[in-house]
């Protein structure tokens, strides 16, 4: 049984720094076939849309940050434990959501609907 499953999330005050983690375990994912996969974080909050965070690719090389994130956010992985991390910088009140990694096949893609499987979320809230 795969399990998706995110961590880090807390209230933060408006210039803090916070970095996630999100750990995949179960088939198919060894530390070998994770290796494989692409993996993303969205957000959300209530009421709507689940919004595109950061991606990257299988071998790092390629990574993709969403508009109200470049420059502040950073997306990395380490295939060996298996696990993709979301260093946050800069945070900003418009950044409190739920968080979400996501795990998908091929290459990374800033559509909720390209990955497979999803965590339940760690809560960011960042406010004075």
């Known amino acids: 049984q795969v399990q998706v499953v995110e961590s880090g999330g807390r209230l933060v005050k408006p210039g803090d720094s916070l970095k996630l983690s999100c750990a995949a375990s179960?088939?198919?994912?060894?530390?070998?076939?994770?290796?494989?996969?692409?993996m993303a974080w969205f957000r959300q909050t209530p009421g709507k849309e689940r919004e595109f965070v950061a991606a990257?690719?299988?071998?790092?090389?390629?990574?993709l940050y969403g508009d109200s994130v470049k420059g502040r956010f950073a997306i990395s992985r380490d295939d060996a434990k298996p696990s993709v991390y979301l260093q946050m910088n800069t945070l900003k009140t418009e950044d409190t959501a739920l968080y979400y990694c996501?795990?998908?096949?091929?290459?990374?893609?800033?559509?909720?609907?390209?990955?497979?499987?999803w965590g339940q979320g760690t809560q960011v809230t960042v406010s004075a």
């Open positions: 990257i690719s299988w071998s790092g090389r390629t990574t």
């Open positions: 179960g088939r198919p994912f060894s530390s070998r076939t994770f290796s494989g996969h692409s």
């Open positions: 996501a795990v998908g096949d091929g290459l990374p893609s800033v559509s909720k609907g390209w990955y497979d499987y």
